[in-house]
């Protein structure tokens, strides 16, 4: 049986990993790979919130994954798979959250200028959450999940032009009625952002630790998207499955591109 992580303990590997004051960090966590935690997820977020101190800025993402119900950041929870990290941040005193469906929830003194963007289409583009994190040279925590969860590779893509795009819609309200958005997306399974893992290691831009009883890796968010960009500009598909393995996700995002892409 695993034994329970204190609050300080888990702050302590926080700041071990290179989590230092005053950072902007974007966190992608999977509660259950960290447990237990003394506290649960709010002991995780105290945590964070040690390492980073007052002048540190807590980002999660804080999307719904509901395209057919219009988004009230008061009320609509987050996505089941974003974990319970992100599902208990948002409803937390002092945190705020965009008033879009994509959403993020942030806390700290750049939180308001990482969520100002309206709703963007498509989400992860600069205009966005993941693009003022990259702006301001935040950084990404990922706790006990890899590059598969980390959105910002999505703002690398887009940055490289990678030629794949699947049709999406959302819904918002307008004048008080329920309004579809249809847009394309560069979206696919995600499973080959674990590329990421070895083109960081390749230019040693990843620190790599344990946080309660989870592996966890910590980049800046600009190298990771400078890195991205490099191999998509030489591969625009290198994230992409290639045809006729079996994804169909893939497939879906090959199917937008032109013969010979």
């Known amino acids: 049986m695993r034994r329970e992580i204190q609050i300080s303990t888990a702050a302590a590997q926080l700041r071990d990993l290179g989590v230092a004051p005053g950072d902007i960090l974007l966190v992608h966590a999977s509660f259950r790979a960290l447990r237990p935690v ?13 390492a980073l101190g007052p002048s540190g800025t807590l980002v ?12 009230d950041p008061a009320t609509s929870p987050a996505a089941e798979d974003l974990g319970a990290l992100a599902s208990v941040f948002w409803r937390l005193p002092g945190v705020l959250r965009s008033r879009h469906a994509f959403a993020f929830a942030a ?3 750049a ?18 959450p993941a693009g003022r994190l990259w702006q ?11 590059h598969d969860a980390n959105t ?13 795009r699947q049709a999406k819609h959302i819904t918002v309200r307008r004048h008080g009625r329920p309004l579809r958005i249809d847009y394309l997306e560069n979206d696919h399974c995600c499973q080959r952002f674990k590329c990421a893992n070895p083109w960081l290691a390749a230019r040693c831009l ?12 910590l980049m800046r968010s600009r190298d990771l998207v400078e890195t991205a960009v490099d191999h998509l500009q030489n591969d ?25 892409g």
């Not at 999660?60 to 988004?71: A, I, L, N, Q, Y």
């Not at 939180?111 to 205009?127: F, K, N, R, S, Y």
């Not at 301001?136 to 890899?146: A, H, Q």
């Not at 990843?206 to 890796?217: C, F, I, M, Y």
């Open 206 to 217: 990843q620190l790599e630790g344990t946080v309660g009883h989870a592996p966890a890796k």
């Open 107 to 109: 806390r700290g003194p």
């Open 60 to 71: 999660m993402p804080s999307w719904t994954g509901d395209d057919d119900t219009p988004f």
């Open 111 to 128: 939180a308001a200028e990482i969520l100002a963007d309206p709703l963007p289409l498509p989400p992860h583009q600069v205009a966005s």
């Open 152 to 164: 910002n590779l999505h703002l690398a893509e887009l940055l490289a032009g990678v030629p794949y």
């Open 236 to 260: 625009p598909v290198a994230f992409l499955h290639p045809r006729g393995t079996g994804c169909q996700d893939c497939a879906e995002a090959w199917r937008s591109v032109a013969p010979g």
């Open 136 to 146: 301001r040279d935040g950084r990404i925590l990922l706790l006990g999940v890899d």
């Open 38 to 50: 003394a506290r649960g997820p709010l002991g995780v977020i105290e945590a964070l919130g040690q």
